[in-house]
């Protein structure tokens, strides 16, 4: 038997809203970014924003396409977001960290789905960071195809919010690149990040707070809050127009994200190769520097918290390590031979930092 309920009239009628839910606000987001949105648009789209499901066409640009699968989020630099009140890069953030590995084996990033969770809905925030995130789009080329806008009142404190994000690229079988190719001997050239990215900042947050900065002091003329919330760089088409103009002779690509430059490059490197790395090679941006002093951070974990100023890598034979480097700073990217691939030695690390 079920025990009794007690069931009371309400002293009124109960709706959605009042339960903290505002469809209205939803819908004037929707509205907002609407030709936010139309921008991402590749020609293969078929339909527009607000169906249950997007389509997309690959029969026209590819023979034998895989597809290339990504979802992440940005971690607790959103709190650093919400904490400055700084909404409208944190979606660039969002797609680098998701494109920027699916470039990784050579793949064309396609499409973008994002979902936002809040609260309570504040309309000009997420336009903000919906805005942000077809910016990041426009700069990966890829099309900003849906997403899903969730109100859950009580589920959140008020003013924070949380971001995932889920990638599709493509590229053609032939065109896979999963470091296979990798050899003793390949030069590994680093290319530069913007600053921390999208990793560490719960560390970073803890540094902030025992070192009782002002955000608005100047490492090197750039505010702190500047160098820290500095987006995370979209690698994807420098990278690619690189792979067209060297087909073949790029060996393996990494992205520097959580595990930093100790263990990312590693994780596409063949068995019984290992890597050296000369720190020597480039110079540790200023933001890194702080981090390191004021937190007292030793070397290592430096290494495989940060990327300490290189957000991607590549490895390729010698030969080609100047043409890549034209390429890409006819792209804008600053890049660096920083090491090399070299036989691993039984019973020592696979990565050695000097």
């Keep these: 038997m ?17 339960a903290g839910v505002d469809i209205d606000a939803g819908n004037a987001v929707v509205e907002r970014i609407k030709p936010l949105v139309a921008k991402t648009f590749r020609p293969e789209v078929m339909g527009g924003l607000g169906g249950f499901g997007a389509l997309f066409d690959l029969a026209k640009k590819y023979r034998e396409p895989v597809l290339v699968s990504g979802t992440d989020g940005v ?5 650093l977001a919400q904490q400055l009140n700084r ?13 920027n590995d699916v470039l990784v084996q050579g793949a064309e990033p396609l499409f973008f789905l994002d979902y936002f969770a809040t609260g309570k809905l504040d309309v000009e925030t997420t336009v903000a960071v919906v805005g942000g995130i077809a910016k990041g789009c426009e700069m990966a080329g890829c099309a900003l195809v849906g997403g899903e806008t969730a109100e859950m009142p009580d589920m959140y404190p008020p003013g924070e919010y949380d971001l995932a994000g889920f990638n599709v690229g493509a590229v053609e079988k032939s065109d896979i690149i999963d470091g296979g190719a990798i050899r003793d001997g390949d030069v590994i ?3 530069a990040s913007s600053g921390p990215h999208s990793n560490g900042f719960s560390l970073i947050r803890k540094i902030v707070e025992r070192a009782g900065s002002r955000f608005d ?12 919330m500095a987006p995370t760089t979209i690698y994807v088409k420098p990278i690619l127009a690189l792979l067209r103009a060297q087909p073949g002779r790029i060996h393996g690509m990494a992205h520097i994200t959580g595990g ?6 590693i994780r596409v490197v063949p068995e019984g190769l290992g890597l050296t790395i000369d720190s020597s090679t480039w110079r540790l941006p200023a933001v890194f520097e702080w981090l390191q002093r004021e937190g007292k951070v030793p ?14 890598t590549l490895m390729l034979a010698s030969d080609d390590v100047a043409g890549a480097r034209d390429e890409l700073a006819r792209s804008g990217l600053a890049s660096w031979a920083i ?3 070299v036989a691993a030695q039984r019973g020592q690390p696979r990565v050695y930092i000097s």
């Design 260 to 265: 930093g430059l100790l263990e990312n490059i």
């Design 75 to 79: 971690g607790t630099k959103l709190k």
């Design 189 to 191: 050239l680093g290319v």
């Design 2 to 18: 079920f025990p009794d309920i007690a069931v009371t009239a309400p002293d009124e009628a109960l709706s959605y809203r009042a």
């Design 217 to 228: 002091m100047k490492l090197d003329g750039v505010a702190l809050a500047d160098a820290l």
């Design 87 to 99: 909404h409208d890069t944190i979606g660039i953030d969002l797609v680098g960290m998701c494109v």
């Design 339 to 341: 090491g090399k691939v």
């Design 299 to 312: 070397r290592e974990e430096m290494w495989r918290t940060f990327n300490c100023g290189i957000g991607f």
